[in-house]
């Protein structure tokens, strides 16, 4: 997996919701473009979204790495069990629109993969959460978002330390199904248990730190925004609604 | 919503991200990421637990990389509706009844899910039940009918076990620390 690349490339630069917006707008039109040639231009598009921010290789290759396992199916599904006509590609006889679909559907899911992780690895969670104050986000939300992925590498830690501790009692993980299933009360009831008893202990500490307070919080260090980005999270939402609109009216047509 | 009950919900997006930890570990052909939409459902109520299954789907894709998923975001808002609306009746007060409630929101996330693999994915999505969609569509089934027999065995049995879990947390619950959620007295 990718996570945030430091770097001085425009869209590290930029505010993060125009990055966002950008991979969003990815993420929408891959839904409304339905012809391969099109969603392969739209791969491309994603292509230089990532090259703009200097990440395209580390991005291509998780991307690909992720878009992968979902070829292969979209090949066995559509190319070898699809409808006829069929064509032949050495020892295998291919369907045509079966592959004609497989390829819309994968270009679909290598452009929203690739765009989402160019914005993960130009968006630096900090600037983010800073850029959600200034923008008068309520705390709730920024806190939700923030602290979970902090709080995760704890709770699988202690998942873990259930597991081998149920094991040293005498657990057993193999077996049955029935074996396996019974075996998932012994080690989820005291993660989520244990989870609970201590929430009352964080909401205090939560609350001596004044993230109770409904003030309107001030951003230590927001990034800059600028007339021209805000135009152009306003173009790319005209485009999205144009793409959909054309989707709809091609339908009809 | 309260401090407590953004605390709440983190627990119950954790909950739902971590859980595939066990279930892989015991080998069970589910997912269970439901459970902690589940639980907040049960202990707070309807937004909250929206609010948890929400957060859990786009922390999945940060954490897994695979953003294409998003659009079954859908499927989580109907589960964490059901789910409330079933705490609410105390179904979950029970197995006897939690089971059957859990096969009810399988039916209703099957329903939902289906159609969004099939018109949006050709009926790739993850491996599971491509596996088993692949599997009914060689055996000569038509896509649409496979995709939907895909969701709907797998969706059924994940909610059963993942509605039962709940249950055994609820009626696991200290009477010390049950008496902190009032939602579980009414």
Known sequence: ?253 | MTLRDLVLVRLGVAVNLVIGQIVAALLLPVYLDSVGTILVAALIGPRAALTAGLVSQVLNAVISGNFSWLPFALVQVVIALYAAAAARLGLFRRLATAVPAGVGMGFLAAACSAPISFFLFGGVTAGGVTVVTTVLRALGAPLGVAVAAASFSTDLLDKAIACALVCLLLRSLPRTLAARFPALAA
């Open chain 1, 1 to 253: 997996m990718i996570g945030y690349l430091p770097g001085r490339s425009p869209l590290h630069r930029a505010h993060p919701y125009t990055t966002l917006a950008l991979a969003g707008a990815l993420l929408l039109g891959a839904f409304a473009l339905t012809q391969p040639r099109e969603v392969w231009l739209l791969v491309a598009a994603a292509a230089v979204f990532s090259a703009v921010g200097g990440v395209l290789r580390a991005s291509a290759r998780t991307a690909l790495l992720l878009s992968l396992p979902i070829w292969v199916l979209l090949f066995v599904l559509h190319g070898l069990l699809g409808a006829d006509p069929r064509t032949t590609v050495g020892p295998v006889a291919l369907s045509v629109p079966g592959m004609a679909r497989a390829l819309v559907l994968g270009g679909r899911v290598t452009a929203i993969v690739l765009g989402f992780l160019t914005a993960l690895a130009t968006v630096s969670p900090h600037r983010l959460v800073e850029a959600m104050t200034a923008g008068g986000v309520p705390f709730g939300r920024t806190f939700l978002l923030a602290s979970t992925l902090t709080v995760l590498p704890r709770m699988r830690e202690r998942a873990t330390q259930i597991l081998e501790a149920q094991q040293c009692r005498g657990l057993r993980l193999g077996g049955s199904p029935l074996a396996r299933l019974r075996a998932l009360g012994p080690l989820a009831l005291p993660l989520v248990l244990g989870a609970l008893a201590e929430v009352d202990e964080q909401v205090l500490a939560l609350d001596a730190r004044g993230a109770g307070s409904a003030a309107r919080r001030t951003a230590l260090d927001p990034p800059a925004d600028s007339a021209a980005q805000r135009a152009l999270r306003a173009a790319l939402l005209v485009l999205v609604i144009a793409a959909y609109a054309w989707k709809f009216w091609s339908m009809r047509g």
